[in-house]
Structure formats: structure tokens, C-alpha cells
């Protein structure tokens, strides 16, 4: 069963950092590209990086990108979210969710969640 | 990039079928096919069901459907049921390595 576990939530100050982690199984992880997306309690999801099978190759939304970092360790099964200079329009619900293929890609199983609150 | 545009919500009674619809650009929906629909409970992890337009993956139920004309997908659901009730979301690709979703769409079984 493919399973996703997110952590390291919780509050922050504006300006503070956050380090997100979601470790993976049932699953081969390491053949796999991952995406970090968020949803704001009762709002709309919203993508925010992606990341290539060996971690080469990232991609961010406009709104966090040179602020958050994606990487993953996998040897460790785990992906991660590094989240620096947070405002209190970063605070949401982050969800970790897996890629797959057929014709194109597609985003197929999610995680839990896991919530960031940023607040003086 | 602005969300893709789904109405905020839809009902219908049980056996109904309802329709929601899924607006974007020529940027996202109308140039790949590769919109997907997830399905969200409160509290819970999106499920997806509906990818690449029109495909289900296994273990999803046939009164899910999709399709897709220009810029605008849509997912039907058909012999509504209570536990259908939920929060559905659109996806589309958007290039250059990035995903798009939907505002999201209540859907209330009467």
C-alpha cells in the first residue's frame, strides 16, 4: 500500500523558517518524481514544487520560489521542504504527493497532510 | 498564473446526475490533455479520480467521468450518491513543469 507521511509542521513567525519532511513506502521511491501542493484551511489547492527521481531537476510556483527549496534523500525514502522567509500567506495545510505515468504525468496518491501556521 | 475557474459549489439529489465544470486557458487545459479530478472529504487527503481527461484509475467508480472541449474539462457524476459528498478539484498541467488546480466545487447530495 503506498503510503505518504508528512511532519514538521506548526507555528512560525513571520521571517522564521520550517523544514517539512514526508517519508514514502509501499512504493519504490527512488523512481518516482514527488510534488509538495498546499491548500489554506477551506481554499483551493495550490502547487508548489516539484522534483526529479534523483533530485536534479526542481521546479517552483511564482509565489515561493527562492524562498522554499524541494530535495529528497532516497536512501531515506523521504522528501523534503525547506521553507525559509515564511509570510502568513505561506501558512496552509502541506500535503506531499506522488507522480506517475501512462501517457502524460499525473499526480496519484497524497499524503495526510501536514499544517504550517505563520503567525506573529 | 490564476487558478483554474470551478464553481463554488453544485448539488443534486440522489440517482441525479450533476456536472462540473473545470475553465482555464489555452496555456493549461486547452493545450494538453492532462486534466485530472480528485475528490476530497473533510479532513482527508484528495483521492484522485479522474487523469489524463478521461481515464479512471482502478478502484474508481464508472459514475465518475471527464471530458474536456477547448479550454473548459468537466467531471460528471452520475446515480449521486450520499457518500459523493465532498469537495472535487481540477488539475491541469500548466508547462514548463508545473500543475494548476481548480478553486474547488462543494458538492452537496440533497
Known amino acids: 500500500e503506498v503510503q505518504l507521511v508528512e511532519s514538521g509542521g506548526g507555528l512560525v513567525q513571520p521571517g522564521g523558517s520550517l523544514r517539512l519532511s514526508c517519508v514514502a513506502s509501499g512504493f519504490t521511491f527512488s523512481i518516482y518524481y514527488l510534488h509538495w501542493v498546499r491548500q489554506v484551511p477551506g481554499k483551493g489547492l495550490l502547487w508548489v514544487s516539484r522534483?526529479?527521481?534523483?533530485?536534479?531537476?526542481?521546479s517552483y510556483a511564482d509565489s515561493v520560489k527562492g524562498r522554499f527549496t524541494i530535495s529528497r534523500d532516497n536512501a531515506k525514502n523521504t522528501l523534503y521542504l525547506q521553507m525559509n522567509s515564511l509570510r502568513a500567506e505561506d501558512t496552509a495545510v502541506y500535503y506531499c504527493a506522488r507522480e506517475t505515468y501512462d501517457s502524460g504525468w499525473y499526480v496519484d496518491y497524497w499524503g495526510q497532510g501536514t499544517l504550517v501556521s505563520v503567525s506573529s | 498564473q490564476s487558478a483554474l475557474t470551478q464553481p463554488a459549489s453544485v448539488s443534486g439529489s440522489p440517482g441525479q446526475s450533476i456536472t462540473i465544470s473545470c475553465t482555464g486557458t489555452?496555456?493549461?487545459?486547452?493545450?494538453?490533455?492532462?486534466v485530472s479530478w480528485f475528490q476530497q472529504h473533510p479532513g482527508k487527503a484528495p483521492k484522485l479520480l479522474i487523469y489524463?481527461?478521461?481515464k479512471r484509475p482502478s478502484g474508481v467508480s464508472d459514475r465518475f467521468s471527464g471530458s474536456k472541449s477547448g479550454n473548459t474539462a468537466s467531471l460528471t457524476i452520475s446515480g449521486l450518491q450520499a457518500e459523493d459528498e465532498a469537495d472535487y478539484s481540477c488539475?491541469?498541467?500548466?508547462?514548463?513543469?508545473?500543475?494548476?488546480f481548480g478553486g474547488g466545487t462543494t458538492l452537496t447530495v440533497l
Open positions: 488539475c491541469s498541467y500548466a508547462g514548463s513543469n508545473t500543475l494548476i
Open positions: 522534483i526529479r527521481t534523483d533530485g536534479s531537476i526542481t
Open positions: 489555452s496555456s493549461d487545459i486547452g493545450n494538453f490533455n492532462l
Open positions: 489524463e481527461v478521461t
